[in-house]
């Protein structure tokens, strides 16, 4: 088989960690046991940069620290710049507080009628299930509540959350995200289920979860059981970067694809780790082939301590551009802006159109040429040739 891309990246194994049994290595709880959590724990396995050492200090004030030994294998030790280093392991850029940012970019706190859920569309709402994860992104938009270590003390409740749902026939769609849902027990997360389905008017569930990247071996037989059961579930993992799409990640994609979870992808644009065309490309197709459809590519929220992540809105549009009629077109997400203070997401789009009147639209092609197209339907001077030859039968049909 041909490929046209770099197929090295796909992973698999235990890299540092060949001397655990493949039983504990495969078990999600021991994964979870044996995240790595503090400064001494990861200098065992890899030299730090000082910007590093400092964002690690800081990060018990703002977002802990936490990487699963799964996803610490992924990280080229020997490289600073490792795109999926620069996710998980805090820099001192966390600490730079800049204009505009704020712990709630997204003004979710003013739009909760309880808590740990966000009623910010009409039909729809975001249910906030937990505050945990298996691993943190440095550039998490929840990292106010998002593991507790800004003392928000989320209490998401459930009762109040599915009473809310049940008494809005209006919300059709429920979002489960936190923290990462999946993180719940199987028993816990069938209880949420069955009681969202059981519900009338939600047509649609969904789960937002980074566990496939983080800690694949969560999605188990037993697990999938219970998307098959209280199915339609939809799924939105979380790639950034095609050394994330490893074989272990493959593999959890497959498990859910076959217990009929359809599943989307959201990235969120990253400065050093996807903002370029070529790894994007790499990762939509990679993506596809793991039955996964990138579903959005956001621009980075504005939250406290994020501005070393920030990519410059044209160069995401310049993304877009380099994907639309280059490559598939189900490889290419909804670019979109979350807008601050609670607006909702906005498509940002490269603009194709250069003049639109009563009579036309003029636009232009991926490969920069330009087409017309008239919106009239103005009876031309010249007709059309009607002969019996061209529309065969035509006589016998109004018989
Ligand atoms: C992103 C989001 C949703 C879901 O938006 P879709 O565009 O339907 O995927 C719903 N509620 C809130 C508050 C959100 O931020």
Redesign the pocket.
Known sequence: MAHTEDRTAWFEGQGLWQHVPASDWNDWVWQLKNRITTLDQLEKYMVLTTEERRGIAFAGRKLSLAITPYFLNLIDRNNPACPVRLQVIPREGESVVSAGETPDS?G?DE?SPVPGL????PD???FLITDRCASYCRYCTRSRLVSNAQDYNFHPEYEQGLRYIESHPEVR?V?L?GGDPLLLSDKKLEHLLSRLRAIKHVELI?I?SRIPVFLPQRITPALCDIFKKYGPVWM?IHVNHPKEATAELRDACERLSLAGVPLGNQSVLLRGVNDDAETMKALVHRLLRMRVRP??LYQMDLITGGSHFKVDVRKGIEIIRALRGHTTGYAIPQY?I?APG?G??VPVNPDYIEKITDEEVVFKNYEGRTYRYPMTAAPQARQIPNSNSQIPNSKNQTA
């Open positions: 997204l979710e739009h966000v009623h910010r569309y729809r709402v975001l769609d979002l995200s969904r937002g939105s579903y959005y979109v979350d609670g909702g997401k």
